[in-house]
Nanobody, 121 residues
Framework: QVQLVESGGGLVQTGGSLRLSCAASGSIFSINAMGWYRQAPGKQRELVAVISSVTSTNYADSVKGRFTISRDNAKNTVYLQMNSLKPEDTAVYYC???????????????WGQGTQVTVSS
């Protein structure tokens, strides 16, 4: 059983900062890419940022220069530092990880339960 548990969401004013964390636990052999997605009311879920197992990163254009994704492989944890937050960043943020549970198994996508981020104007 693999679980992803997110923390760090909340309410912040425009221009403020938040740091999201997502810890993977359970029967884990290895973790490939880890990432953050978000879904605003009435919109589709979209990629925010992704980090590979060798820490190469990719960001949505809307967050480049403001958000930073990082990971701690020893803790099976991925972080999202969000600075200069805007009202349009308001959404539920979901953690995603491609995880292998055995040496001879392929990687499968796992999702966290989501954490609300609200940016007030």
């Amino acid at each position: 059983q693999v679980q992803l548990v997110e923390s760090g969401g909340g309410l912040v004013q425009t221009g403020g900062s938040l740091r999201l964390s997502c810890a993977a636990s359970g029967s884990i052999f290895s973790i490939n890419a880890m990432g953050w997605y978000r879904q605003a009311p009435g919109k589709q879920r979209e990629l925010v940022a992704v980090i590979s197992s060798v820490t190469s990163t990719n960001y949505a254009d809307s967050v480049k220069g403001r958000f930073t994704i990082s990971r701690d492989n020893a803790k099976n944890t991925v972080y999202l530092q969000m600075n200069s937050l805007k009202p349009e960043d308001t959404a539920v943020y979901y953690c995603n990880a491609a995880i292998r549970v055995k040496w001879n198994a392929g990687a499968r996508d796992y999702w966290g339960q989501g954490t609300q981020v609200t940016v007030s104007s």
